[in-house]
């Protein structure tokens, strides 16, 4: 974002020529305040900290207060315009729907269309007016569509089978929510299956479940774990959620260090390094303990 606010001042600067004497001048210095803000000073704007810019720029309040408004007006993401994809709308796949004390899973057949064979192409296989290399040839043919079809039945009775052990390891999640979601592995899962981890892994890929929940990625349920509370597993998922948590609750003007986090983790009962909040902290595109101080 800051180059490409750079980019655009420096355009404004080159193009100066079109005005007076005065108004040049008065715009070439808010121009060289509001380059010098972006360049240094852009985590002060998002903080508000006009009061530290005036004493690093050495220029009254008056000017930075002008070159703040002025980059305001900018794009900073000026491609945006240019994309028009509208959002996708997800229809789930599958549901998981409790039905009384038992939790099944409904598959989408809605949308999904019925393959058949034409007769058509069996009876030329037995027609005797067709020469040898025709029969041979829709024989071929007949076994390809034949097998394709029996893959995609393959396919999602693998789906079933992979939701059917999701939906066994999950009810907590089901029923409670998130925070009871569990550590579960894609190859545990292709074991109890019987199947290659690939295998589960190409059948979950951009596949919904609606659940009671809301709509959840098959692919969100399976992740790593670590040691919790009485050396229980943790979900990694969850404790990216805790870790937020902590920093959502910390007071500002005093944010907590990752080793404070770190701590603060441990006391109850996860057994996390601070290397590994750290990385969390990022994936989550969480700034660090100095970027996130808010100065009174």
């Known amino acids: 974002m800051r180059e490409c606010l750079l980019y655009q001042l420096r355009f404004h600067q080159r193009h100066l020529d079109s005005q007076t004497n005065g108004e040049k001048e008065a715009t070439a210095q808010l121009l060289t305040d509001a380059t010098a803000i972006v360049d240094q000073h852009l985590r002060a704007v998002q903080n508000k ?43 789930p796949d599958v549901a998981f729907i409790k039905h009384g004390d038992e939790w099944l899973v409904m598959m989408n057949d809605d949308d999904v269309p019925q393959l058949r064979l034409n007769p058509a192409y069996k009876r030329l ?20 569509a034949i097998q394709l079809i029996k893959n995609i039945e393959q396919r999602k009775q693998t789906i079933m089978k992979v939701c059917y052990s999701i939906v066994a390891r999950q009810q907590e999640f089901l029923e409670l929510g998130i925070d009871q979601l569990k550590p579960m592995m894609i190859k545990e899962v292709a074991e109890e299956i019987g199947v290659h981890p690939s295998t589960v892994s190409r059948a979950v890929a951009n596949k919904y ?15 790593e774990s670590v040691n919790g509370p009485e050396g ?4 990694l998922l969850i404790l990216k959620r805790r870790v937020k948590k902590i920093i959502e609750d910390e007071d500002p003007t005093r944010p907590l260090t990752d080793e404070q986090i770190t701590r603060i983790l441990q006391s109850q009962g996860i057994q996390v390094t601070r290397r590994t909040v750290a990385k969390y902290r990022e994936d989550m595109r969480i700034p660090s303990t100095h970027q996130r101080r808010v100065k009174k």
């Open 209 to 223: 479940a609606h659940t009671p929940q809301g709509v959840f990625e098959l692919r969100y349920f399976f992740s």
């Open 125 to 144: 296989l037995v027609k005797d007016t067709n020469d040898k290399d025709t029969r041979n040839y829709v024989k071929d043919r007949y076994k390809s």
């Open 49 to 91: 900290q006009i009061k530290e810019m005036v004493r690093a720029l050495s220029r009254p309040v008056e000017a930075i207060q002008a070159a703040i408004d002025y980059i305001r007006t900018l794009d900073p993401r000026p491609g945006q315009r240019y994309n028009n994809v509208l959002p996708r709308l997800i229809e």
């Open 232 to 235: 229980g597993g943790t979900s």
